[in-house]
């Protein structure tokens, strides 16, 4: 059974900085694109970024562009998501999922996380 456990959620000022950790329970990780996506309250999930099974390649959602960088650690399992300069619209239940193509729907996803908790306060 896979797991993804995501952790480094919390409350942050507007401004602010947080690193989103989620860390795989098997060995096929690296053979598998990882993505962020993100639901807001009252709101549909939506795409934040994807990186490729090196990590050479990724692509982000226009609204984090410049402010978020996804990065892997094939070594030990794990994506990142670096959120920098944290606005109080980017609050929302950060998910990790994995996908066998490098894709921002998330319909190309199969397994995802429990999510951690993002909220940035004005």
């Known amino acids: 059974q896979v797991q993804l456990v995501e952790s480094g959620g919390g409350l942050v000022p507007a401004g602010g900085s947080l690193r989103l950790s989620c860390t795989a329970s098997?060995?096929?990780?690296?053979?598998?694109?990882m993505g962020w996506f993100r639901r807001a309250p009252g709101k549909e999930r939506e795409f934040v970024a994807v990186?490729?099974?090196?990590?050479?390649?990724?692509s982000y959602a226009d609204s984090v562009k410049g402010r978020f960088t996804i990065s892997r650690d094939n070594a030990r399992n794990t994506v990142y998501l670096q959120m920098n300069s944290l606005k109080p619209e980017d609050t929302a239940v950060y998910y990790c999922?994995?996908?066998?193509?490098?894709?921002?729907?998330?319909?190309?996803?199969?397994?995802w996380g429990q999510g951690t908790q993002v909220t940035v306060s004005s």
């Open positions: 999922a994995r996908s066998p193509v490098f894709s921002r729907s998330s319909d190309s996803y199969h397994y």
């Open positions: 098997e060995r096929s990780f690296r053979s598998y694109n």
């Open positions: 990186i490729n099974l090196s990590g050479a390649i990724t």
